[in-house]
DNA sequence: CCAACTACTTGGCAATGTCAAGTACTAATT
DNA sequence: AATTAGTACTTGACATTGCCAAGTAGTTGG
């Protein structure tokens, strides 16, 4: 998958999965990854810038099945931002789609 | 527009552009701008990118009203790389769009 | 102690869009 | 002919963000 389609949209998908519900962020490299192919040092780097623009709260809990894990909870700052996120990626995404498909009759033409 | 979201996008963009006609890069700052707002220090630098894995060939053109212009003609990889970038473009924003549907019940609820 | 799995962190790198400044040609105005 | 504006191309420095790789650390089982 071409690298660059992702940006961006890699952030909507994360904001709108942890706003299903909270998540930790080994969970949602899976998660993600059933859309896009995303690694770890996608997502850590990305929850981290996240949560720093307080998009996102945090708090640890127990796990047992190893250390405790990170849980991101989204905040109504996030939810704001997730919906002009998604707003952008509908109008760019329809607009490239109304682009290409304006076009095929030169193809078959 | 969230520049992030661009990225990728606008190869495809003027790859399929300049399949349709040959263009000049002045004249692809105007005509991309319709589906995505760009500007010069973006095209060019890709054009360049894209003549160099030889998906353009290009040859001058005289201007009545300028210096002359760069044409832009894509070859045949360059068909078959746009192909494959739509591929690829239609495929993750249905997967994208998918996701964001899928989950709008929630809202609703 | 070691291996395997779960889980988080981070440094360095690659790709690409943007800003800004520069070069150069043509045409209209003064 | 000098100035200004519009057309057209180029490029250097920078910001953002995805990826690879390596490291840290907890739990379970040998």
Redesign the interface.
């Given at each position: 998958?071409?690298?660059?389609?992702?940006?961006?949209?890699l952030?909507?998908?994360v904001l709108?999965s942890v706003?299903?519900r909270d998540m930790y962020g080994y969970e949602l490299v899976e998660e993600v990854s059933k859309?896009?192919n995303v690694n770890e040092g996608t997502i850590y780097p990305l929850l981290k810038r996240l949560t720093n623009e307080h998009y996102f709260e945090t708090y640890l809990r127990e796990s047992t099945e190893g250390p405790p894990r990170k849980y991101y909870h989204v905040t109504a700052a996030g939810i704001l931002y997730r919906d002009s996120?998604?707003k952008?990626?509908?109008e760019?995404?329809e607009?490239?789609?109304k682009?290409?498909k304006q076009?095929i009759s030169?193809e078959g033409g």
């Open positions: 998958m071409n690298a660059q389609f992702k940006k961006g949209v952030e909507l998908i709108e706003r299903q859309v896009v996120l998604e952008e990626w509908m760019l995404s607009r490239v789609w682009f290409l076009n030169d």
